[in-house]
């Protein structure tokens, strides 16, 4: 059995030399992926722009839309606009809409791209447009019902978008593990918020997830958000921690495993990763969706 998973990297866009973005990544992992041969590989739709606006304000999404964003918002994202930009970001939000749909139905689904958690409702920031996560959870609540669901964004950076518009949202748990002096350098509250300093190693950074993890089951979810970053990876170039690969992978087997054993659906987003190599960065994103589909495609008995 493969797992289904959705992807937007044929949506190139245009980015000016040296830039920070990785965007070299996202086609590099569906390459790892597709030479597995456990999976099965879906171009994300566009997401409706009816349901952006059931997280974002109107006149943001209209104004990205026709690339009329003043320029100091466009420039709090980090990319310059183009058409190719909104075909990305459309679908990268679907991506996540139809990974979640796949979620509900078979328990996880997984999205080549998204976790873009720096978005807030009215505008972007931090290479991220809009929050696809949380369009994600007001389009679960409208279409399936499900009003309780948690977000659990392991990203290096903090989910300040996330946070702030769940922030009076008693139906939805944030959880974030991330950098306390890294970027964002003013952080919002999550529900759970798990500060590390710089430098935090494999022992560490394992033990402050293991120790939060029943916090967010004992909150009864759902559906689950794993927003699976990667930039605490050793070689981060963004990161400021000290997580090697095998770490990343225990941490994604603590996390998947919880989610599994609870019976809750699982959706899995990237999330950051900036690597020197990229390729690094490619592999432990890769480790993230092969150990999701070991448990639900193949079964929890053969995750060794």
Known sequence: MTSTLYYCDHHEIPLPEGHRFPVRKYRLLRELLMGDGQFSFVA???????????????????QFLAGALPAQVQRRIGFPWSEQLVSRTLASVGGTLAAAARAIAFGFGGNLAGGTHHAFRNQGAGFCVFNDIAVAVHWLRKQHGLHRAAVIDLDVHQGDGTALIFEHDPNVLTLSVHGRKNF????????????????????????AVENVLPRVFEFVPKVIFYQSGVDPLDCDLLGRLAVTTDGLRHR???????CRAAHVPVVVTLGGGYGDPIERTAEAHANTLRIAHKLYAEGSQQLR
């Open 252 to 258: 994604d087997r603590l996390v998947l495993q919880a």
């Open 44 to 62: 994300a739709p566009f997401a409706p722009v009816e349901t952006l606006k059931l997280a974002h304000d109107s006149e943001y999404v209209d």
């Open 184 to 207: 964002l350098f003013r952080k919002q509250r999550s529900k759970i918020d798990v500060e590390l300093e710089d430098a935090v190693a494999d022992e560490e950074y394992l033990a």
